[in-house]
């Protein structure tokens, strides 16, 4: 039987890791491009939407005379898929961390 001193001690460090895993993710910035850059997504490790750049020339150029949204929605798309991946991968990095940081047996370790 573990010693309910312990289990409050893990129970402890256990709330201050998360703590700090959400500041960093938080603090956390990443970016997602589409069409060359033509759009940046720029995302917190939250997977909080942070800004959306469109390059001048995305709107102008997709369609001559009568710019194509079609295309320039799709971008935007692609842009804010690629930011959600990128921050996927600092979750999970974070939560690799966190959870090897713990020593629990069979977890992260």
Same mark, same amino acid.
């Given at each position: 039987m573990m010693n309910p001193l312990k289990m #409050? $001690? +893990?129970l !402890? &460090? #256990?709330n201050q +890791? &998360? $703590? $700090?895993? &959400?500041r960093k993710l938080t603090q956390t910035v990443v970016e997602g491009t589409s069409g060359g =850059? #033509?759009?940046t997504a720029t995302m917190n490790g939250k997977k909080q939407l942070l800004k959306i750049r469109i390059e001048p020339a995305a709107v102008i150029g997709l369609g001559g005379d009568k710019p194509d949204v079609e295309m320039l929605e799709d971008l935007v798309v692609a842009a804010v898929n690629e930011? =959600?991946?990128k921050a996927e991968e600092v979750i &999970? !990095? !974070?939560v690799k961390g966190v959870l090897g940081g713990l020593n629990l047996p069979g977890l992260g370790g």
């Amino acid at each position: 039987m573990m010693n309910p001193l312990k289990m #409050a $001690e +893990m129970l !402890s &460090q #256990a709330n201050q +890791m &998360q $703590e $700090e895993v &959400q500041r960093k993710l938080t603090q956390t910035v990443v970016e997602g491009t589409s069409g060359g =850059g #033509a759009v940046t997504a720029t995302m917190n490790g939250k997977k909080q939407l942070l800004k959306i750049r469109i390059e001048p020339a995305a709107v102008i150029g997709l369609g001559g005379d009568k710019p194509d949204v079609e295309m320039l929605e799709d971008l935007v798309v692609a842009a804010v898929n690629e930011a =959600g991946r990128k921050a996927e991968e600092v979750i &999970q !990095s !974070s939560v690799k961390g966190v959870l090897g940081g713990l020593n629990l047996p069979g977890l992260g370790g």
